[in-house]
């Protein structure tokens, strides 16, 4: 059996490096992939790359029916403000994307669906308190159109579940930062390969402020969070929060970076970054379930993860 896997970027690419430590058969499905990016994560003499659309049901279905796939993991779509930019293009692709996997596994009868859901989901006024920790039940809030449509999502995930009987699970990343192309629109994985960038290339850099926190999970953690998902039994519950349990200033992750690149030259100044500002949380994650439920806890402080993040850079220069 073939496990789907939508989107060949940052998390999809991760993901089935993963799988295919654990013994499965990953297939990539991606409209346009970056095949030289790829091949550094994955080895496609092993994986196949599907070119494919998520709004094209009909070919996801032949897809999953060929390679007898009996999971898929659903993170192909646009991310922040991509979603802003171009909204009808970008909600066909976030919503009816779903929808199209939703429906793959429900006419296939395939056993579990991976959604790639976001802290976006999240009320923000619910999430600022730095002495308590955000769970899973914390209530929806206002969001952009591409938090709105990963809340929609989960809830369409849900209803499927309860009515059709598709095992459903979403995992609500932290802000995911890792080598990668960024053509879905991460503002904080451009920001932070922005950082580590210019520090191995001992380039000065003067990075924005903002006056909150944020949480971040490297690549590879989430890759591995997404692979125990596939695989988990006996779930008590279908929404878990992936991340490392910690938040942090710019000032901590600008410290982090000077820690493993000593002398690089980075400055905080100018006017305050607002693409970032309306992503922050000071409230660090409940990771509870995805520890008791999954078995997964993140591997990589801020500080490890800009330490690999840096040495995939020096070799690919």
């Known amino acids: 059996m073939a ?7 940052l998390v999809g690419t991760h993901t089935a490096r993963c799988l295919l430590e654990r013994g499965a058969q990953p297939v990539l499905y991606d409209l346009a992939p970056n095949r030289p990016y790829v091949e550094r994560i994955v080895d496609l003499a092993r994986v196949p790359l599907v070119r494919g659309d998520v709004r094209d049901l009909p070919h996801l279905v032949q897809v999953a029916h060929e390679h007898q796939a009996d999971v898929i993991v659903h993170t192909a779509g646009l991310i922040g403000a991509r979603v802003e930019e171009e909204p009808y293009s970008g909600l066909q692709i976030n919503l009816q994307g779903t929808i199209n996997v939703l429906e793959t596994a429900r006419v296939l009868g395939l056993r579990r669906v991976v959604f790639a859901s976001t802290e976006g989901v ?6 600022m308190d730095p002495a308590q920790r955000l769970p899973e039940t914390s209530p929806y809030g206002y969001n952009p159109l591409y938090g709105a449509a990963k809340a929609a999502s989960e809830l369409l995930g849900s209803a499927y579940a309860d009515r059709f009987g598709v095992d459903f699970v979403a995992l609500r990343f932290s802000a995911v930062f890792g080598p990668g ?43 591995r969070a997404v692979a125990l998902a596939c695989f988990a039994e006996g779930l008590q519950h279908r929404i878990f929060n992936i991340g490392p349990g910690r938040t942090y ?7 982090a970076v000077r820690a493993v690149v000593p002398g690089a030259d980075l400055s905080i100044g100018g006017p305050p970054n607002e693409a970032l500002a309306r992503s922050l949380r000071n409230s660090p994650y409940d990771t509870t379930r995805a520890r008791d439920e999954l078995g997964w806890t993140a591997e990589y402080d801020l500080e490890a993860g800009f330490r690999d993040y840096a040495a995939w850079l020096r070799k690919e220069g």
Do not use: C, N
Request: net charge negative; aromatic share 12%; no cysteine.
């Open 181 to 223: 192309t960024f053509v879905g629109g991460s503002t904080a994985g451009q920001f932070m390969h922005d950082l580590i960038a210019a520090a191995v290339e001992q380039r000065p850099l003067r990075v924005q402020p903002w006056t909150a926190r944020r949480e971040y999970t490297y690549g590879k953690d989430i890759g």
């Open 122 to 127: 999240y009320d923000r006024a619910y999430a």
């Open 3 to 9: 496990i789907i896997v939508t989107g060949a970027g």
């Open 249 to 255: 200033s710019v000032e901590e992750i600008v410290a």
